[in-house]
């Protein structure tokens, strides 16, 4: 079996040459069969998540991800640093850049209903590395939030009350979560 390059400048095929491989056929086979499998892994879980969410729920998961204690210790620190128009217009640019964002995730998500999170759109769609490092990022995200969430929650209610010691609270709450 000659090589592509041998049929079209017309040479005899070289059947029984083992050490003879058609290069340009083994690259094309190979790049077709990754991209076979990529496709198939894919389409795979095409179909499996059910849609069940109603817009309830999500304007509630929007909400709970808004609202927390981060918010009421870092808007006090905002305002008496800027002043109350500053922390508006620091609010509004964020929330912009922030329904920028989701606004393309849920576009993602809507046209290719893969599961997974962020790191899977950003694998797939911008780089492997990136995916890689933004799952290494939620990891760290979500192993300090319990902790922080605690330590900030101590500290609002140190603010009513300091009979009690900040040592035992923390104990409480993460005894509680």
Not at 58 to 66: D, K, N, P
Not at 112 to 135: H, K, S, W
């Amino acid at each position: 079996m000659g090589t592509t390059r041998d049929k079209l400048e017309g040479r005899p095929e070289r059947a029984g040459d083992p050490a003879h491989i058609d290069i340009e056929l083994a690259t094309t086979t190979r790049s077709a069969t990754v991209a076979d499998l990529k496709q198939q892994q894919e389409q795979q879980h095409i179909g499996t998540l059910d849609r069940k969410l109603k817009s309830r729920h999500v304007q509630f998961l929007a909400l709970s991800g808004a609202i927390g204690t981060g918010l009421f210790v870092g808007s006090g620190q905002v305002l008496s640093l800027a002043g109350p128009l500053s922390a508006f217009i620091c609010y509004a640019v964020t929330g912009f850049n922030l329904y920028c964002v989701i606004n393309c995730l849920g576009e993602m998500a809507a046209w290719l209903p893969i599961p997974g999170a962020v790191p899977i759109f950003a694998a797939r769609f911008v780089d492997p590395a990136l995916g890689f490092t933004l799952g290494w990022n939620y990891w760290y995200q979500f192993a300090i939030g319990v902790p922080i969430e605690v330590t900030v929650s101590v500290v609002i209610l140190d603010y009513w009350d300091h009979a009690i010691p900040q040592a035992a609270l923390i104990t409480i709450f993460l005894w509680s979560s």
